[in-house]
């Protein structure tokens, strides 16, 4: 896919502007603070922060245009993270992908675990009659009350 401004139904400034200014100032803080940079005491220009918000709107439409490519070849309409690695392989970013892999391991594992955790709950409270469940409320009510009453 190849990138035309004249393509698009709203300018890269404007996109630009819907990244959160705060956000993209606090990533910028927190890697310019790194360990391994902070010993170089580095300012940011207010022109830096614009033209990085502007290069990552046109690296994502980029990203995101290569996917849509590639999922209409694929006849699919849904994009995945298997996509963007492609994409990005396919754009030799090949350097990033083993770390990007290891992320989203982790970020899988995560929610699976976040998922076990709901449905062990779940499980836990189907097996509980509508009367222990009621108890069991009544009593985190009271709990809730008394530490609400004891900080007043």
């Known amino acids: 896919m190849e990138f035309n401004s004249s393509e698009s139904e709203i300018s890269i400034e404007e996109l630009a502007n819907l990244l959160p200014k705060a956000t993209l100032n606090k990533l910028v803080s927190e890697i ?26 046109i690296f994502l439409q980029l990203i995101i245009g290569e996917s849509i490519d590639l999922i209409n070849k694929e006849n699919k309409k849904t994009i995945t993270h298997d996509h963007i690695l492609k994409v990005l392989d396919n754009l030799e970013f090949n350097e990033y992908l083993p770390l990007l892999a290891n992320i989203i391991k982790d970020k899988q594992l995560l929610l699976h675990k976040k998922q076990e955790k709901v449905m062990n709950f779940k499980n836990k409270n189907i097996a509980l009659s509508q ?20 900080k007043e």
Do not use: D
Request: hydrophobic content about 35%; cysteine-free.
């Open 32 to 57: 310019v603070n790194l360990p391994r940079y902070s010993h170089l005491k580095i300012n940011i220009q207010k022109t830096f922060k614009t033209k990085l918000s502007e290069y990552g709107i």
């Open 131 to 150: 009367e222990e469940l009621l108890a069991q409320q009544e009593l985190l009510f009271k709990q809730s009350r008394n530490r609400l009453n004891n």
